[in-house]
């Protein structure tokens, strides 16, 4: 199958596309780096603009953060669940809910939270996920 990296850009492309109007997508300057430079490359090859939100360094990326930076230009947000470096973990549904607030589709970054926090995506609302097993689930 195809590999987070892939299965990201394509989810990315597709959610950009189910937005045409809207030029803006939001994402944290400490998030996986493979995830910013697909969504560096993204904006660059669609004409959108990145909107950087800066993760509170007590407790990552804020809901309030979020609901700061987002607005009627924004896509989609992308965000990791949990972050790669600190292991603070995002709150979902709360920022899945400002995002939906907005008209904006959210992505789920999930590879550091398959195995090791417990998940509900139908319940938080989540549009789009990628996440992998051979980091906390061994395989």
């Known amino acids: 199958g195809d590999s987070t990296t892939v299965i990201l ?3 990315i492309r597709t959610a950009l ?7 803006e997508i939001i994402v944290d300057t400490d998030n996986f780096p493979t995830d910013r ?6 904006a660059a090859e669609c004409g959108k603009t990145l909107k950087w ?6 407790a990552g990326v804020t809901a309030e ?8 230009d924004t896509a989609l947000v992308v ?3 949990v972050a790669y470096r600190s292991g603070y973990l995002a ?6 809910a400002i995002a939906h607030d907005a008209g904006a589709l959210v992505l789920w970054d999930l590879c550091h939270s398959v195995g090791s926090v417990p998940m509900d995506l139908d319940a938080w609302g989540v549009d789009l996920a990628a996440g992998c097993t051979y980091k906390y689930l061994n395989g």
């Open 91 to 96: 709150d979902a549904p709360a920022i899945t």
């Open 79 to 81: 965000l990791s669940h």
């Open 53 to 58: 939100v800066t993760p509170d360094p007590n």
């Open 37 to 42: 430079f697909i969504l560096q490359g993204i």
């Open 9 to 11: 850009y394509k989810l």
């Open 17 to 23: 596309d189910a937005r045409p109007d809207r030029t």
């Open 65 to 72: 953060q979020v609901a700061d930076a987002i607005g009627p």
